[in-house]
């Protein structure tokens, strides 16, 4: 083991990244934001694209940009609101897809909702009264509701 580690650190960066890019799997980085109101409803949305069902709001990453930039950028591109990032709530293996997914939550201060064409339809519920949407972010709001909501309302958070 020694040896071969001699001779990967021997190697130029150039072919180190090169052997890693061919060898290693890809995988796309998502992020997406649990989002409440000031009444403490989640935020979501029906997207254009993909089921049908109700989901997060957020995007893909785009190279050289911050996980929290790429969240704020996605829901002002499709909504035209804009969010303050609060904390990482979690990251995980994506939904259906290799992708990574990272969970952030948010809380909106400013701009107008706007339709547009990624985006059918933005609603807020109630975390006890959710509609028809994805298992696993079902799950996400409720792990995280409560203290994301403490968060937006400026209250710190209780026990995880």
């Given at each position: 083991m020694r040896a071969l580690a001699r001779l990967w650190n021997a190697l130029p960066v150039l072919w180190q990244r090169r052997i890693l890019d061919r060898?290693?799997?890809r995988f796309?980085?998502?992020v997406v934001g649990l989002g409440v109101t000031s009444r403490g409803e989640v935020i979501l949305a029906r997207h254009r694209f993909g089921s049908p069902r109700w989901r997060f709001l957020g995007g893909f990453l785009s190279r050289r940009e911050s996980?929290?930039?790429a969240l704020k950028r996605e829901i002002t591109e499709e909504t035209g609101l804009r969010i303050e990032i609060g904390p990482l709530l979690e990251a995980s293996t994506g939904f259906r897809w290799a992708r990574v997914e990272v969970v952030y939550a948010y809380r909106v201060v400013g701009g107008d909702l706007?339709?547009?064409g990624e985006i059918a339809e933005v609603q807020a519920f109630a975390p006890d009264a959710?509609?028809?949407?994805?298992?696993d972010q079902r799950g996400v709001i409720e792990r995280h509701a409560a203290n994301v909501i403490s968060w937006a309302a400026g209250r710190p958070p209780g026990p995880r």
């Open positions: 060898t290693q799997p796309l980085v998502g996980l929290e930039d706007v339709r547009t959710l509609p028809e949407m994805r298992a």
